[in-house]
């Protein structure tokens, strides 16, 4: 082995990426010293930035005390706070929660429980479950055939359940027609949804699953007026169960607490993840209704899944804190604050943009994707890469953000996603875009457009 060679599996097998050696704020810091603004939150985690003072305080409180037990044994203090904070009000009905590690933990939770509910109610039959193209929801197995990104699913598709089929995703810029009203794109797609199910069967659904506004594979996309309540009712009408995913746009990202409450409708079972505890220590969680809790606890009596560091206190005890903080200092009002500066400005630097055919998103949560015709919405050849030209000149330039390709179609686009911690100014929102308006043309500038 070189000695320069890494031991680590990177996710790129052929160079190390360089080390980060300190985080202030907004701001991380590379061994060599250089500054690079995290206007993504890495991937839409770090809600309060790097080395904020009262998470790190609540860590090394709960260090002295405690760092594990296991579940099978013991309940712990933070644990229990925690829940209390998140579900304790019962917001839309969710009553209880599972703490996990992370968000594909959270959504295989989310299907087992789905799963085991109906075994309880006396409808085993109830074992499908409907998705959306181009959506994400983890990358286990279970999560991954939740999945309809077409890049993530290829390699391992003979692995993945057959039980998972997906729908039309609710991605106006992408699929609705040129001729139709918003109100027309959201009839045809509940038509369809309304299709799968008689497909599947009604009596054979369990649950459809769906990201509030899509993330990494689409790029921030909200659904258009109307449509969670008529997949609600369709779900209700057909006795299924309503999943949302809220891994990366759920705890205040889109303005918020959770992203459904801007829809005028709530889950039956939610999961939650990266904004939970703010990249802090790794946790997830799963928050469930209480009609869906209380069968089990008067069927079997206990839900037949788990794992080895569920309700971690360290991990509650930081995802505690980072909820105290964004409560007590008021930050959904900054994000909501900071999101109509960060629109306003995307909107003057790249509104015109021969090569921006979409700005979209929500409170601090916004993703342009380029094109390289915008009258036709025709995507640049995939070959191209240039997602990841964007990143490295970005990164040069001293700003952390996250494009990724396969934006049209888990083949085709490409996108940059933002998502900039709730502490964020307003001088960092107006740097973060100067940055990237450079990052963005320089790419273009080296693939010749």
Not at 88 to 98: D, F, K, M, S, T
Not at 181 to 197: G, N, P, Y
Not at 289 to 311: C, E, K, M, P
Request: overall charge neutral.
């Amino acid at each position: 082995m070189a000695a320069n060679k890494s031991r680590v599996m990177h996710r790129s097998l052929r160079e190390t990426p360089p080390k980060a050696i300190g985080g202030d704020g907004v701001w991380l810091i590379a061994e060599d010293g250089h500054r690079i603004l995290d206007s993504s939150g890495g991937a839409a985690v770090s809600c309060l930035g790097h080395q904020h003072p009262r998470i790190l305080a609540a860590i090394a409180r709960q260090a002295s005390k405690i760092a594990y037990a296991h579940t099978g044994f013991f309940s712990s203090e933070p644990a229990e706070e925690l829940a209390e904070r998140l579900v304790g009000h019962e917001p839309g009905g969710l009553g209880y929660v599972y703490f996990v590690s992370g968000g594909s933990e959270a959504i295989e939770a989310s299907i087992k429980l789905a799963r085991q509910y109906f075994i309880e109610r006396g409808e085993p039959k109830r074992a499908r479950f409907i998705a959306r193209r181009q959506s994400y929801h983890g990358n286990t197995l279970g999560a991954l055939s939740a999945g309809g990104n077409a890049w993530r699913r290829e390699p391992y598709a003979p692995l993945l359940s057959p039980s998972f089929s997906h729908v039309t995703p609710a991605f106006a810029y992408h699929e609705k027609r040129d001729d139709e009203s918003e109100a027309a794109f959201v009839a045809r797609l509940a038509a369809e949804l309304e299709a799968e199910f008689q497909r599947l069967g009604p009596e054979n659904v369990a649950a459809f699953i769906a990201e509030p506004v899509v993330g990494a594979t689409a790029g921030c996309v909200p659904a258009p007026e109307g449509y969670f309540k008529a997949v609600r009712e369709i779900c209700r009408r057909h006795g299924a169960l309503l999943i949302l995913d809220e891994v990366m746009c759920g705890m205040g990202r889109t303005g918020t607490l959770h992203a459904w409450e801007q829809e005028g409708i709530s889950p039956d079972i939610q999961a939650i993840a990266k904004g939970l505890g703010g990249g802090y220590q790794p946790i997830g969680a799963m928050l469930a209704s209480g009609s869906i809790v209380d069968t089990v606890r008067n069927g079997s009596g206990a839900f037949q899944h788990g794992h080895t560091y569920l309700a971690h206190p360290l991990a509650c005890a930081a995802a505690l804190e980072v909820q105290k903080t964004i409560a007590e200092e008021r930050l959904l009002d900054q994000v909501k604050e900071r999101g109509r500066r960060l629109e306003q400005r995307l909107i003057e630097r790249f509104g015109n943009h021969r090569h921006v055919g979409d700005i979209r998103g929500r409170g601090l949560f916004w993703g342009i994707e380029l094109v390289a015709d915008r009258g036709t919405r025709q995507a640049f050849d995939p070959k191209l890469k240039l997602h990841q030209r964007i990143k490295s000149a970005a990164f040069a330039g001293g700003l952390g953000c996250y494009p990724s390709g396969g934006t049209a179609d888990g083949q085709r686009g490409d996108h940059v996603l933002l998502a900039p911690p709730y502490i964020a100014t307003s001088g960092d929102i107006d740097m973060i875009v100067e940055r990237l308006g450079a990052a963005v043309d320089s790419a273009l500038k080296d693939v010749g457009h």
